[in-house]
């Protein structure tokens, strides 16, 4: 493609718009339906008090606080919140006196007025207070309607890109909720007893999806253990955890599809290289499947997802059970592909030995190391790079983790 070829124009052709909307305006749009917050995993819940409390005192305060990224859609008028759920959350908790203000001694309000608001609901503020609260301006950023999806995903990801991001994952979690089958993904990821998670259950009930865990309550305890009190249990990486295992099982297929444009002229997505991409485009193939038919490319909730999804869960109480040491969550995608390679394998796990459940240990820990020993011969284990083809992509990094438990088992039967 030469300079000449591609034509000058800017990839969006309407700009981003800036308004100041009242704290008070926001609610009662809110309230009238006119603003929705899309079905992520994260809400408010991800914030503890003390987080909601001075984000609170800043506006009490007038302080500035970060903008709100809304998304129009102009069939229906609806503004969706992409970014500033947990603003937006806990403001709406407070007017509804549903938050208490942090009144421990060492939350570190910055207004000597703290006095009048510290442990208060916003029906005992001052009436000064209150009105400060409802006039409160806050800075709202309009995305330009008409955005086709990649270019959106590519925009959230990159207004994400600091603070307390949304992930990859939260974002096509939210994509291609209409699949039940990317729906239950997201119920993988539960890792607590939260009001939240209870919601999400109740909503996949209501599309007819189960909790996966239910069939599994003493892994789940297990799976709850790992994960509680890790910053990275924030957002969806659980649920990453689970759709990297399904993509490795199935990763032959998913190659196949993103080798052929052509066969994936039905998709709103175009692959563009990346494994961001091919993660995606997974998941926009499922949700494909469940809501036009067709021959499933891979397998669905009701016709072998669940068997996949079994298969999973017994390994993670394997694992866990075991209490493997350096197996931290922070490895969670190591974990998912070994875990893959385990049951592609066909290994049973009660009969592996010690020595291989040491150099399993390691290969989760440290898999370049692992692979320096195991994979001399093939040049050690790849690392990917964010790209999904090539001798050292993505699909070549699962490849490579097979052979080397396979190398495993083999040495230590």
């Not at 609901?121 to 400060?132: A, Y």
Request: glycine share 8%.
């Amino acid at each position: 493609m030469t300079e000449e070829s591609v034509e000058i124009a800017p990839i969006v052709s309407e700009p981003t718009r800036t308004q100041s909307e009242s704290v008070e305006t926001i609610i009662n749009n809110f309230n009238r339906g006119d603003i929705i917050i899309p079905d992520y995993q994260r809400d408010a819940e991800q914030w503890g008090d003390r987080k909601e409390s001075l984000f609170i005192e800043s506006l009490l305060n007038n302080l500035t606080t970060p903008a709100l990224f809304f998304l129009d859609d102009l069939d229906t008028s609806i503004s969706e919140v992409i970014d500033g759920q947990q603003r937006l959350n806990t403001i709406l908790k407070y007017e509804r006196d549903k938050l208490r203000l942090n009144a421990d001694d060492d939350i570190n309000y910055l207004s000597p007025q703290s006095i009048h608001y510290s442990g208060k609901k916003f029906s005992e503020l001052p009436q000064k207070f209150k009105t400060v609260f409802r006039r409160y301006p806050l800075t709202i950023i309009y995305l330009p309607p008409r955005l086709d999806l990649r270019t959106k995903l590519e925009i959230f990801r990159r207004i994400n890109e600091g603070g307390t991001p949304l992930t990859a994952q939260d974002i096509r979690l939210s994509y291609y909720s209409e699949s039940k089958c990317v729906y239950f993904v997201r119920l993988a990821g539960i890792h607590a007893d939260s009001s939240s998670a209870k919601r999400m259950i109740e909503a996949a009930r209501q599309k007819g999806v189960d909790n996966p865990w239910k069939q599994y309550p003493e892994i789940w305890e297990l799976w709850k253990d790992w994960w509680e009190g890790k910053d990275r249990a924030k957002g969806q990486t659980p649920s990453a955890m689970v759709l990297w295992y399904l993509v490795f099982m199935h990763r032959e297929k998913l190659d196949v599809l993103l080798s052929s444009p052509n066969l994936m002229k039905h998709l709103p997505l175009a692959f563009h290289g990346s494994t961001e991409g091919a993660l995606d485009i997974y998941c926009a193939q499922l949700q494909y499947t469940d809501t036009q038919g067709g021959t499933p490319v891979f397998p669905t909730y009701g016709n072998g997802l669940e068997d996949d999804f079994r298969s999973f869960a017994q390994w993670i109480g394997a694992i866990l059970g075991r209490g493997l040491p350096g197996v931290s969550v922070d490895k969670y995608k190591q974990m998912a592909l070994l875990i893959g390679a385990a049951v592609e394998l066909g290994i049973d796990a009660d009969k592996l030995s010690f020595d291989a459940w040491d150099a399993i240990a390691g290969f989760i820990q440290t898999p370049r190391r692992a692979g320096e020993r195991w994979l001399k011969r093939k040049g050690g284990y790849p690392e990917s790079r964010g790209r999904w083809k090539g001798d050292r992509g993505q699909k070549a990094q699962c490849d490579m983790a097979k052979l080397l438990l396979a190398k495993i088992v083999d040495t230590y039967p």
